[in-house]
């Protein structure tokens, strides 16, 4: 299953390592492949024993923390061949459950994406240097509960603008597509957030970009249709943390928007 899942991600991704100048030497199969094999273990562990998904997020968080920092310490680019490994991984497993079994087994599987995709561990490391009650730590604790109603609010918006759209997985309403863009739209928030918790543009910047750069062009995921997502973004996390507390992520967010303007990526939607 994982020689399957890594085939697909070499056939999917082989040609940014040298269109990128990623260093081939710093993507592992091997060590990727175990990191795969030990973090499902856990989840179909979890799982079997009736641990809910939040408690399984908790206890995964810091060993998923810890394979994103090894494999992103030189380049963090690199996440994006491991996550592909680990959700193709994903995808292989559930097909092998039945049916009925799959949505709830997903809920574990989802846990491990969200831990692999966001920069969770750092966004929490970042929390812990400020006290309880810093206006910049409540504004994100005010946001955080409402990543996922956010992420739903604005693909269904997108949907509706944009219904002919598909990317390499199929047309955007498809349930496969869906859930992947969902989950872009959480991964953005938190990159933002860890930006807000570390007063600094270097998480989006040096890793959400780069990363965007590399998979987005290769998964038919077009430019105009982040920047519409993006641009919805704000409208949701003002109404969300109160016109008060938008000072805390508005110099993060102008520059996000920024680095994906119409200027550097042109073609339309």
């Known amino acids: 299953m994982s020689a399957r899942a890594w085939n697909k991600t070499e056939i999917l991704l082989s040609h940014e390592i040298r269109r990128h100048q990623i260093s081939p030497d710093l993507i592992d199969p091997w060590t990727i492949a175990k990191d795969v094999h030990q973090v499902y273990e856990k989840a179909l562990t979890a799982y079997a024993q009736g641990v809910a998904p939040q408690r399984f997020s908790v206890a995964a968080s810091k060993q998923l923390g810890a394979i994103r920092q090894t494999h992103t310490a ?3 680019r690199v996440i994006g061949f491991v ?3 680990f959700h193709y991984c994903g995808q292989m497993l559930l097909a092998e459950v039945p049916e009925a079994e799959q949505p709830m087994l997903q809920a574990y599987f989802k846990v491990v994406d969200d831990l692999l995709y966001m920069p969770l561990h750092r966004a929490y490391t970042a929390a812990a240097g400020y006290d309880y009650h810093d206006p910049r730590l409540e504004a994100v604790r005010m946001a955080l509960p409402a990543t996922s109603r956010i992420a739903h609010t604005i693909v269904n918006q997108v949907i509706d603008l944009c219904s002919d759209y598909a990317s390499y997985s199929g047309p955007l309403s498809s349930p496969v597509v869906h859930t992947s863009s969902v989950r872009d739209v959480e991964m953005f928030q938190i990159y933002l957030w860890t930006c807000v918790l570390e007063n600094s543009i270097s998480a989006i ?12 062009p290769t998964l038919k995921v077009n430019w105009g249709l982040v920047r519409l997502m993006v641009n919805l973004l704000d409208q949701e996390l003002s109404a969300c943390v109160g016109s008060i507390n938008v000072q805390y992520y508005e110099p993060h967010y102008s520059a996000m928007l920024k680095m994906f303007s119409p200027s550097i990526f042109p073609e339309p939607i």
């Open 74 to 76: 030189i380049d963090p």
């Open 83 to 85: 996550s592909m490994q």
């Open 205 to 216: 910047a040096q890793e959400l970009f780069p990363l965007c750069l590399m998979l987005y």
